[in-house]
């Protein structure tokens, strides 16, 4: 079946520091793919998405592209607030005989220090 | 305010006596799901529904049941709660089902901490 990859953590990095969180999909058609983000006692909110091969999904200074040849698709933020310390989902979702699942990685917790 | 609300927020229950999530949302959406979030397994699918009248199993369907009356409304059942069961559960809506809907993200509710002793 369908399967989300996600980095293990929690990733602690100081503040203004780099942030990539890699994330990997086996499915067996084209899935979409999405980032979501889980601040806590919430619920999940999308970070953002792409639906095909090549897009580049960005919000909030977050960007992930979605590449087919590596199956990936990784979350990047070039300088990380404290603002941003939640947890961060990857999910995939696809049409399959006209039936939908969504599939989502085990989270990735990111705290961010001053 | 477009929202999902999920009630209760918070309960406690025993082992064998039967309860009722409600789920409802406001914004018109056909796609409606249920997941489990426990901890470093990330969330998993219980069920869904593609519209009023369809659900599907998702990835952890046993011990839970649906129903899609309404299309605003979509109640998680669990008719003989076990502890295995205690977990932090999601309700979630989508735009569109049949067709593009995976193009679409999901509207999360607040969650419901559900514990069985």
């Known amino acids: 079946g369908d399967s989300v990859t996600q980095m293990e953590g929690p990733v602690t990095l100081s503040e203004e520091a780099f942030l990539t969180i890699n994330c990997t999909y086996t499915?067996?058609?084209?899935?979409?793919l999405f980032w979501y983000v889980q601040y806590p006692g919430e619920g999940l909110q999308l970070l953002l998405k792409a639906t095909k091969a090549d897009d580049k999904g960005s919000n909030k200074g977050f960007e992930a592209t979605y590449r087919k040849e590596t199956t990936s698709f990784h979350l990047e933020k070039g300088s990380v607030q404290v603002s941003d310390s939640a947890v961060y989902f990857c999910a995939l979702r696809m049409n399959s005989g006209g039936y939908q699942k969504v599939t989502f990685g085990t989270g990735t917790k990111l705290q961010v220090i001053p | 305010e477009a929202q999902v609300t999920q009630n209760p927020r918070y309960l406690i229950t025993v082992t064998g006596k039967k309860l009722t999530v409600t789920c409802s949302q406001n914004?018109?959406?056909?796609?409606m799901s249920w997941y489990r979030q426990d901890p470093g397994l990330g969330l998993r699918q219980i069920y869904y529904?593609?519209?009023?009248?369809?659900?599907d199993k998702g990835d952890v369907p046993e011990g839970y049941k649906v129903s899609r009356k309404e299309k605003r409304n979509f109640p998680l059942i669990l008719e003989s709660p076990s502890p295995n069961q205690t977990s932090l559960y999601f309700c979630?809506?989508?735009?569109?089902?049949?067709?593009?809907?995976?193009?679409?993200?999901?509207?999360f509710g607040p969650g419901t901490r559900l514990t069985v002793t």
């Open positions: 914004m018109n959406h056909e796609y």
């Open positions: 529904s593609m519209n009023v009248e369809v659900t």
């Open positions: 499915a067996t058609g084209y899935p979409s």
């Open positions: 979630a809506s989508s735009p569109q089902g049949y067709g593009g809907g995976a193009n679409y993200e999901q509207y």
